[in-house]
């Protein structure tokens, strides 16, 4: 049984930082793609970034490249999201799946997704 459980989310002020952590039972992340989500009230779940291929590759969506960074430790078989320079708008419950990439793109399984973390900005 694959179980994805994240943490870190909480809340911060405009500019400020947080690390959100995935960590993976039942499934080994370096065998596919890891993606983080999100879904703020009233709007459509966004794709925020993904790393695949071992961790060589990355996304970014274009509302949070050059402030957010994904990586893996393979070792802890943990995903992160570092977030920096926060902004109202990333306020959202952040999730994490795994999947498999294959057309440019990360597809996350159905059954492969994580319970989220709660992100707060405020201004």
């Known amino acids: 049984q694959v179980q994805l459980v994240e943490s870190g989310g909480g809340s911060v002020q405009v500019g400020g930082s947080l690390r959100l952590s995935c960590t993976a039972s039942?499934?080994?992340?370096?065998?596919?793609?890891m993606s983080w989500f999100r879904q703020a009230p009233g709007k459509e779940r966004e794709g925020v970034a993904a790393?695949?291929?071992?961790?060589?590759?990355?996304y970014y969506a274009d509302s949070v490249k050059g402030r957010f960074t994904i990586s893996q430790d393979n070792g802890k078989n943990t995903v992160y999201l570092q977030m920096n320079s926060l902004k109202p708008e990333d306020t959202a419950m952040y999730y994490c799946?795994?999947?498999?990439?294959?057309?440019?793109?990360?597809?996350?399984?159905?059954?492969?997704w994580g319970q989220g973390t709660q992100v707060n900005v405020s201004s």
């Open positions: 039942g499934y080994t992340i370096d065998s596919g793609c």
């Open positions: 799946a795994a999947g498999e990439y294959y057309g440019n793109t990360c597809h996350p399984k159905d059954d492969y």
């Open positions: 790393i695949y291929t071992g961790g060589s590759s990355t």
